[in-house]
């Protein structure tokens, strides 16, 4: 039996968008019905960033501090940081040093901010670009900050681009897109839809919980 010899199957933001509509029951007749899926899509992305539904998207960055700096604005679409630690080289021998998060109650507490010392703890300041504070102030200019970050899904943009997704979540983005096509064009299919997404998405994140551990190769950065 001859087959395809092919692992590649992707989707991309126009067909997905097209299995939508036909899963919800409609057409996608004008431009303007890909433009608000397209939004809706971004939307949703949004969604699973607040359920926590992109650990795919997890990226290790580094950056060399400097003496008397204490604050380090990270990407506006990192959405938080999940480990972090000051490598110090001395006499070619690197050592890491795990940094321990504190809350802001915590960071405000701390009677003399400026204190030089290697840094012992962090506060990551949930701005639009999100701060992260190092205490104490770094001594030097010669550690690094390292920090593992989970960010946001990209934005589906241009129809050819593929969609930064997992195969394992391509089930539930068809549906979870066709549920909110639903929610503006076709009210009596919505339960069907809300139920078909639900699963799908319980099915997906099943995947990693049950069947094997998820295994993150982060991104390299340096700043």
């Given amino acids: 039996m001859a087959t395809s010899g092919t692992r590649a199957f992707s989707l991309d933001v126009a067909t997905a968008i097209e299995e939508a509509y036909e899963l919800a029951g409609l057409e996608a007749r004008t431009s303007y019905d890909a433009v608000t899926a397209r939004r809706s899509m971004n939307i949703m992305f949004a969604d699973w960033s607040n359920r926590g539904i992109q650990m795919w998207e997890v990226a290790k960055v580094e950056l060399t501090l400097t003496e008397g700096t204490s604050e380090y604005t990270i990407n506006s679409f990192d959405i938080d940081v ?7 080289t001395t006499n ?4 890491d040093f795990t940094l321990s998060r504190i809350d802001r109650n915590e960071f405000v507490s701390i009677p003399n901010k400026t204190t030089k010392a290697r840094a012992t703890e962090y506060w990551l300041e949930r701005l639009k670009s999100p ?6 102030t770094p001594e030097n200019s010669t550690d690094k900050l390292i920090y593992y970050v989970w960010r946001t899904i990209e934005d589906s943009s241009a129809q050819i681009n593929d969609v930064d997704i997992p195969t394992r979540f391509m089930p539930c983005l068809v549906s979870g897109l066709a549920y909110y096509i639903c929610l503006k064009k ?14 799908d998405l319980r099915n997906a994140l099943r995947y990693d919980e049950d069947r094997s551990p998820l295994r993150i190769v982060p991104k390299h950065e340096y700043i």
């Fill in 186 to 199: 076709n009210i009596q299919k919505l339960p069907i839809m809300k139920e078909q997404y639900e699963q």
């Fill in 131 to 136: 701060v992260i504070h190092l205490y104490p």
């Fill in 82 to 88: 999940l480990d972090a630690y000051i490598e110090r």
């Fill in 92 to 95: 070619d021998v690197t050592t």
